[in-house]
């Protein structure tokens, strides 16, 4: 079984050798951007525009209400935050946390979970558009149309020329309340579709019949190819990272990024990352197999076809919880979580094939709780990054950081 990441500090076989913390490098810097969110704000999410401006979106809750909310940062300031949707039903959970994505046309799409409250993890996903000015949202919808009472969440949200590909892991088939040909009875299923600008949607289709249940997903476009990795399931109970592709107007089959053969009888809530430049491709990932946690990295220089060996990043005692993002350059970033004795450590690194040479220390958090999930995005050579941060108090707040090398 997977021990305590707070307590093992178990020894990295990678590149970076030292404990975290340790001869960490500074090699970027960071300065806080004060977003506008209220008290108890969490999980942000960031997403960037068409006009190269900055959407960041968020979860405050206040009472019994939640509120999913947004602003956009442009020319260095922060516009007034809207609420995109307010409700005491909306299914709020640390990992499986609300986005916006922008439209080539500037049209904006916000997505966030609303619970069915049959049970409590029985909740579907809702979208709403907005055309950019404030004006507010148009009424939620499903991008689905199974009608079960069941999971649908973990989205991922990629623009594709003039549309939006949507993304997410949906239970339907759960007590076989809605199979069709290779559907298998209570197997948590990879489903897409894709949006218009003007609402319309596809029907969707099923990319894997039996994955993670609570692994985030994630997709990057590669040329003309659309590739999405998220965390898979077998009969056997190994749950590694798979990528499915669509290339000239077909989807593929799964295919291991890596075959790291992490048996758990549970889902880990710890989903992969990937992004892309033309042909080249960066997947980070977070395994525990053979009772060792790791952050690995692997790349691909022909569009996800084939991946280099993994390689692992980390300084020994990993939460995982990555993100990456490719520079304009080809350089390729990754941040990930760790422990440093009760000290939670956001690190970011420039990797290669080899692993991480130079981690830095991002952020810190020594007041109790977690950072949860950052995020990471780059415009140019600017990275901007969003994180839950725990306040001594015992409240939570969002802090945004902008790269100033």
Aim: glycine share 8%.
């Amino acid at each position: 079984m997977l021990h305590s990441l707070r307590t093992a500090l178990l020894a990295c076989t990678g590149v970076f050798l030292a404990a975290p913390g340790v001869d960490a490098q500074t090699r970027w810097q960071f300065e806080d951007l004060a977003p506008p969110v209220g008290v108890g704000a969490r999980e942000p999410n960031l997403a960037l525009a068409p006009d190269g401006s900055l959407l960041l979106s968020w979860m405050e809750r206040n009472a019994e209400v939640t509120a999913v909310r947004m602003a956009r940062f442009v020319d260095g300031t922060w516009q007034a935050p809207e609420t995109i949707t307010i409700s005491e039903d909306l299914f709020v959970n640390w990992a499986d946390f609300p986005s916006v994505a922008a439209f080539a046309d500037g049209t904006l799409v916000a997505h966030w979970l609303q619970s069915t409250q049959r049970f409590s993890y029985d909740y579907d996903v809702s979208l709403s558009f907005s055309d950019g000015s404030g004006n507010g949202w148009s009424t939620p919808f499903a991008p689905y149309a199974d009608n079960t009472e069941a999971q649908h969440g973990f989205v991922s949200l990629l623009p594709i020329g003039p549309d939006i590909m949507a993304v997410w892991l949906d239970g339907r088939a759960y007590d076989g309340a809605s199979m069709e040909p290779g559907a298998i009875v209570d197997g948590m299923q990879l489903r897409t579709t894709t949006l218009s600008p003007d609402g319309q949607i596809t029907q969707d289709t099923a990319l894997d019949f039996m994955t993670c249940s609570c692994c985030q997903t994630a997709a990057a476009l590669a040329g003309d190819d659309l590739l999405v990795v998220y965390r898979d399931r077998t009969e056997a109970e190994i749950r590694d990272i798979s990528l499915v592709a669509l290339r000239d107007g077909v989807w593929s089959d799964p295919q291991p990024v890596h075959d790291d053969g992490w048996e758990l009888s549970g889902c880990p809530v710890n989903g992969p990352a990937i992004d892309a430049r033309d042909a080249e491709v960066i997947v980070a990932w977070f395994t525990a197999a053979n009772d060792e946690p790791s952050v690995q990295i692997a790349f691909s220089s022909d569009a996800g076809v084939t991946f280099s060996d993994a390689a692992r990043i980390d300084g020994g005692a990993p939460e995982g919880r990555v993100d990456a993002d490719m520079l304009d350059d080809g350089r390729a970033l990754v941040s990930w979580l760790e422990w440093s004795g009760t000290e939670e450590v956001l690190f970011l690194c420039e990797v290669n094939a080899n692993g991480c040479d130079a981690p830095q220390v991002v952020a810190t958090n020594p007041n109790g709780g977690s950072m949860n999930f950052p995020r990471m995005v780059a415009l140019g050579d600017t990275i901007f990054l969003a994180l839950t941060y725990p306040m001594p108090d015992g409240t939570d707040t969002i802090r945004v950081l902008r790269s100033t090398e």
